[in-house]
């Protein structure tokens, strides 16, 4: 079974910082683009960083120059440094990754979410 498994969310003061972790497991052949959305609280879930496999970044304009996206391929995981944190950079993370399987399907699939809550 392929799937994705976050950590490092919790709480954290205004101007504090979080490392979010996400690594893909399963019969994976390769990772192609991976990335972070959010959801806050009663509002849809958006994007907030993406990385190709090469390592080229794109990133939402609420978290430009806060939030670095980096990963290490050989260990398939995606991180998320965040710094500066806000009030309303609190949500629900989540990961997102573009997969091909062992068997040479695409999957397109998703982590079961971390709560990051930024509050004094």
């Known amino acids: 079974q392929v799937q994705l498994v976050e950590s490092g969310g919790g709480l954290v003061q205004p101007g504090g910082s979080l490392r979010l972790s996400c690594a893909a497991s399963?019969?994976?052949?390769?990772?192609?683009?991976m990335g972070w959305y959010r959801q806050p609280p009663g509002k849809e879930r958006e994007l907030v960083a993406t990385?190709?496999?090469?390592?080229?970044?794109n990133y939402a304009d609420s978290v430009k120059g806060r939030f670095t996206i980096s990963r290490d391929n050989a260990k398939k995981t995606v991180y998320l440094q965040m710094n500066s944190l806000k009030l309303e950079d609190t949500a629900v993370y989540y990961c997102?990754?573009?997969?091909?399987?062992?068997?040479?399907?695409?999957?397109?699939?998703w982590g079961q979410g971390t709560l990051v809550t930024v509050s004094s």
């Open positions: 399963g019969s994976i052949f390769s990772t192609n683009a």
């Open positions: 990385i190709t496999s090469s390592g080229s970044a």
């Open positions: 997102n990754a573009a997969v091909i399987t062992s068997h040479f399907s695409y999957l397109e699939i």
